[in-house]
């Protein structure tokens, strides 16, 4: 069974969340009912979204109200003082009398619930920034990048949002998060790795970038040559990359190769994101580096969408919005710190 990764329970949360305020505003649409148990049953990080986002509903339903002496009256006066009914959520799965039996007002105890859901997804996405920032060396948060100097001469150009250790005696860097642009020292004597995972790049001296992702390891060379090898698959895989050349390596052994301007590698120091026929729950991931608030990509098949294109950092929400409605989608901000990237 394949664990699901933060970004598919941002992207579960986020969908659960949605479902629970559209169970909550048409309960007796069948379709409406038809579409959510077949998300429910597309996938683990689905059903434990909405397990989760089912408990905290079920909690606030049940929660006595504080302060009724200031809002009661005015809750009266609208007729919305009627007692909440059970909400009948079990195993993940709501019954259709407990969907019949929700009173509107329990709109707000779901909207609450979403919120609170997604809440708890911010938990799974802080910590294990917590966690990096104990272990790395160095550590850059939403749009801040910088360039350590090592001790054999060598520079690490550290991307947004992304954490690294590094040992210049040995000549190794291990990059934990995120990206970095590698400008290596020649020392015939002495060669220079960086551990992504369980992908390693093996140089002398040269000019690459190196970036990880939910899938695996991207590798790419402006400046002379690396090997890039995965030794822990069977068949292990190796690849010699030159300028120009970069390879992707699964985590799973899998290689796709390809070849670009060298100056494309390192793009994101010119403030941009080059995409060759990338996912574009990819591209969005990289756009997360720079934004400063939470994007959420609603739909895990739009996601898979192919994206080509050059699209500019500095301003992250355009980018967003570009790369949704080139596919026929849509990029909403909710506020400046939430920007909901959906299929229309």
């Given at each position: 069974m394949t ?20 169970l ?11 579409r959510?148990?077949a ?8 059903a ?6 089912s ?8 929660t006595?109200p504080?302060?009724t002496d ?8 609208r007729?919305d ?10 195993h ?10 929700r ?15 997604l809440?708890?997804?911010l ?12 272990d790395?060396?160095?550590v850059?948060?939403?749009?801040e990048?910088?360039?350590i100097?090592?001790?054999?001469g ?11 250790t ?5 000549r ?6 995120g ?26 001296g040269t000019?690459?970038?190196v ?11 402006r ?6 090898d ?18 992707r ?31 574009l729950?990819?591209v969005?991931d ?12 609603t ?14 950092l ?7 919005q ?10 909403r ?5 939430v ?6």
């Amino acid at each position: 069974m394949t664990t699901p990764t933060p970004n598919d329970k941002e992207r579960a949360t986020a969908e659960a969340a949605r479902w629970l305020v559209s169970l909550e505003e048409e309960p007796g649409d069948r379709e409406l009912r038809a579409r959510f148990e077949a998300w429910l049953a597309a996938s683990p990080a689905n059903a434990d979204a909405w397990a989760n986002t089912s408990d905290i509903y079920d909690m606030m339903a049940k929660t006595s109200p504080v302060h009724t002496d200031h809002w009661a009256p005015y809750v009266a006066a609208r007729g919305d003082d009627q007692p909440a009914a059970a909400t009948g959520v079990s195993h993940g799965q709501p019954s259709d009398r407990a969907l019949r039996r929700r009173k509107p007002t329990r709109r707000r105890i779901a909207l609450g619930a979403a919120a609170a859901a997604l809440a708890a997804c911010l938990i799974i996405t802080v910590m294990p920034s917590v966690l990096l920032r104990l272990d790395a060396d160095y550590v850059t948060s939403t749009a801040e990048s910088r360039s350590i100097q090592m001790g054999d001469g060598s520079t690490v150009h550290l991307a947004p949002d992304s954490a690294i250790t590094l040992d210049g005696d040995a000549r190794r860097a291990r990059l934990m998060k995120g990206e970095a642009f590698f400008e290596v020292a020649p020392d015939a004597d002495h060669l220079f790795t960086v551990a992504a995972r369980e992908v390693q790049t093996t140089v002398l001296g040269t000019a690459f970038n190196v970036r990880l992702e939910d899938r695996g390891a991207v590798v790419a060379v402006r400046e002379g040559r690396v090997r890039v090898d995965h030794a822990t698959v069977q068949p292990p895989a190796s690849e010699g990359l030159k300028a120009g050349d970069w390879v992707r390596i699964g985590w799973t052994g899998s290689v796709q190769r390809g070849t670009a301007p060298p100056d494309e590698a390192g793009g994101w120091m010119q403030g941009q994101i080059v995409a060759r026929d990338r996912p574009l729950a990819e591209v969005i991931d990289d756009l997360r580096r720079y934004h400063t608030g939470i994007i959420f990509l609603t739909d895990s098949d739009f996601g898979e969408q192919r994206v080509s294109g050059v699209y500019n950092l500095a301003d992250p929400v355009a980018a967003a919005q570009a790369i949704a409605e080139a596919h026929g989608g849509a990029a909403r901000e909710i506020s400046p710190w939430v920007l909901v990237v959906s299929a229309r």
